[in-house]
């Protein structure tokens, strides 16, 4: 998908040939004397004024959409992790309650993938509201990775033990869920 330029940069594009025509027609044409005399001796100081402008307008342009890009990267970074984080913490509830697809280990490393990528978001790229909401997250994420690796010591749960992780896998989806609803 290619993306369109702003009307604005067309019609300058178009007033700027237009008069670099007009002052070659001129020229051209050995018409107005004074634009002749102009062109010998103030034209090359405009040249270089304009020429120094656009180039400022160029370098500001440049750098916003620069920044725009990072804003918009971040965005769909924090998004990726969200969505990983709910997907990694429903089978962690699964997997603590037994009736999962995966083991509490496989869960566990899906957890810390989760960790890793919320400790690498640029947070200060977010909009206030998403940025405090994916801190949060990153701090619940934190804390499943921990309770998850405090579990799989031992080699078996028991049902109470597996249940009470279920539940816990079960709250911190339930945070991250109304902390996704607010941002």
């Given amino acids: 998908m290619k993306k369109e330029e702003p009307e604005w940069a067309t019609v300058v594009g178009a007033v700027f040939l237009c008069l670099l025509f007009s002052s070659l027609a001129l020229v051209a044409a050995g018409g107005w004397n004074w634009f002749a005399k102009f062109l010998e001796t103030s034209a090359p100081s405009w040249v270089q004024a304009i020429g120094s402008v656009a180039a400022i307008v160029a370098a500001v342009l440049i750098a916003r959409g620069s920044e725009r890009r990072e804003r918009i990267g971040a965005n769909q970074q924090a998004t990726v992790f969200k969505e990983t984080l709910i997907a990694t913490l429903i089978d962690a509830q699964a997997a603590a309650a037994g009736t999962g697809r ?51 010591s031992a080699d078996h749960l028991d049902r109470p033990l597996g249940l009470a992780l279920a539940n816990s896998m079960g709250f911190y989806l339930q945070e991250v869920l109304e902390l996704d609803s607010l941002s």
């Fill in 102 to 152: 995966y083991s509490l280990h496989e869960v566990s490393a899906a957890v810390g993938v989760a960790v890793q990528m919320g400790e690498g978001l640029r947070l200060e790229l977010l909009p206030l509201s998403r940025r405090v909401s994916t801190y949060k997250m990153r701090a619940l994420s934190g804390m499943a990775k921990a309770r998850l690796d405090s579990h799989i």
